[in-house]
């Protein structure tokens, strides 16, 4: 049996280590991390769906194939065999398990995902057990995770704050030791955030390397993968995520190394990065000191490592156009979720059935003309164009900090129903430094990077040409050995 404190010292990679070396079983895991959720969750209402008897009856069929009790099976030869964790509960679904999208209709109608989306299906394959599902906000909409329909989740480094969002419930029972590492999605940057605000590894992958179908909004924006405590579950998670599967339309380039063995390797030589430390001018506003101080110890901490860091960004980072075209897509597609929600309900979907910010961003969807999204689609796509020239100019990496405010208290971030776009307004500092990477479709890593004078954590991001996630994860792999931060929260 594995006590809890050696439990949660270990990432992913650690624990299926265990496993494969016979020290502790897969039950074993998968009980340990069903105790720590049962003594976190009561505070951080980051798991919102238990599926604790799923996880045991996986755990105990791969520890049955391992022992030659049964027939061998992927999954017990997988590389994170017995490993427990989380899926985020927009979707992929899992099959048979509550998917509720943070809405309340889901949740009333008790809408169960009919089969397993493409990214979960990689995992199963590598041998995670699933423990639950974990917190949204309602569609992913907002930086914060706080829907009406489960409540808000909390920030393990301080109870009353929050934790990000979208994928706000998976960070948070990630940086509490809950589970080593839990699924998340960026559509702007909803991996990145809740990983700055909860001292977490939150890589979002190119366009493409990760399969979203077949439950993918169409926008491109979105981006699938995990958050995780240390960049080798990054990358190893990466390396068992980036399969395509039949039909999809966004394929990123294969990488002929494992990112595993990437991180592993040895460092890149000298690289040139740029510091950006301004808001784009799109989003104007003030950067927080500590937020911009972050980004300033990375840049030391990488001329430290022999690379170059002068301050430069790419020209189209300053777009005066890049939020409104972010906002045009984003609504169409909150318009396009509502009525696919109809279906899956049964009827048309009223005001009182969502949140004010969900029906204030389909309302303006809805009334978006076709030509407009699709010039917004085009100045997407030359977007990306644009920013690329950049990295193809001799630079390596852009630096900016990840959000720039730390986490805010529980309830800033919320919209009202006399003002639904508080909720998009006050979002904005936390997704200033993230959304332009989810239009160009670009890898972009965020890292920890200190913490306030309070206790909140700061990230630090780490942009890539399209395609360059090894590059990212080597850099950041060289941060994380320069600059060891905590992995889990304080209890």
């Known amino acids: 049996m594995i006590d809890e404190r050696d439990y949660v010292a270990r990432d992913a990679v650690g624990l299926a280590a265990l496993v494969r070396a016979g020290e502790v079983t897969a039950r074993e895991l998968a009980e340990a991390a069903i105790r720590r959720i049962e003594s976190r969750n009561g505070e951080l209402n980051a798991v919102i769906h238990k599926t604790y008897d799923k996880a045991l ?157 077949p439950h993918n909004s169409g926008t491109g924006l979105v981006a699938l993968h995990a958050l995780t405590r240390t960049v080798r579950d990054s990358a190893a998670l990466l390396d068992v995520q980036s399969a395509p599967f039949a039909g999809d339309t966004d394929v990123a380039p ?58 430069s960004a790419p020209a189209a980072f300053d777009d005066e156009q890049l939020l409104a075209m972010f906002i045009k897509i984003w609504t169409v597609a909150t318009a396009n979720a509502l009525q696919a929600l109809s279906l899956l309900v049964g009827r048309t979907l009223e005001e009182a059935d969502v949140e004010p910010a969900t029906w204030f961003y389909a309302q303006r969807g809805q009334a978006t003309e076709a030509h407009e999204f699709l010039a917004a689609v085009q100045a997407r796509q030359n977007l990306g164009r644009e920013m690329a020239r950049w990295w193809v100019d001799g630079w390596d990496l852009l630096l900016t900090p990840t959000t720039a405010q730390p986490a805010p208290p529980l309830g800033e971030l919320v919209a009202t129903d006399d003002d639904p776009i508080r909720a998009l307004a006050n979002s904005l500092p936390y997704g200033t430094f993230t959304l332009p990477f989810n239009l160009t479709g670009q890898p972009a890593i965020s890292i920890p990077m200190g913490q306030t004078a309070d206790g909140l954590p700061l990230g630090a991001q780490l942009v890539a040409a399209y395609g360059r996630e090894d590059l990212l994860l080597q850099v950041a792999a060289q941060l994380e050995a320069a600059n060891p931060w905590p992995h889990v929260a304080p209890d």
Not at 169 to 194: F, K, L, N, Q, Y
Not at 282 to 294: L, M, T, W
């Open 57 to 213: 009856a996986t755990a105990e069929a791969i520890d049955a194939a391992r022992s030659g009790r049964s027939v061998r099976t992927a999954a017990a030869g997988g590389l994170f065999a017995g490993v427990p964790t989380l899926l985020k509960d927009l979707y992929p679904p899992s099959e048979g398990d509550p998917c509720h999208l943070g809405t309340r209709v889901l949740r009333d109608i008790g809408f169960a995902g009919p089969n397993d989306g493409n990214q979960v299906i990689c995992l199963r394959r590598a041998g995670f057990s699933f423990a639950g599902r974990t917190n949204t906000p309602e569609l992913g909409q907002v930086a914060t995770t706080e829907p009406l329909a489960y409540g808000p989740t909390h920030n393990p480094w301080k109870v009353g704050h929050g934790p990000g969002g979208s994928s706000g419930g998976s960070a948070a029972a990630v940086a509490s030791g809950m589970v080593p590492v839990a699924t998340g999605g960026d559509g702007g940057g909803s991996i990145r955030i809740p990983a700055a605000l909860c001292g977490l590894v939150g890589l979002k992958p190119s366009r493409g390397r990760v399969s979203n179908s």
């Open 254 to 311: 294969r990488q002929d190394t494992p990112y595993s063995e990437v991180v592993k390797g040895p460092p890149p030589e000298r690289l040139r990065v740029g510091l950006r430390l301004e808001r784009p001018a799109a989003s104007a506003g003030e950067v927080h000191s500590d937020c911009a101080e972050a980004a300033r110890r990375a840049a030391r901490l990488l001329e430290r490592c022999g690379h170059t860091v002068e301050p």
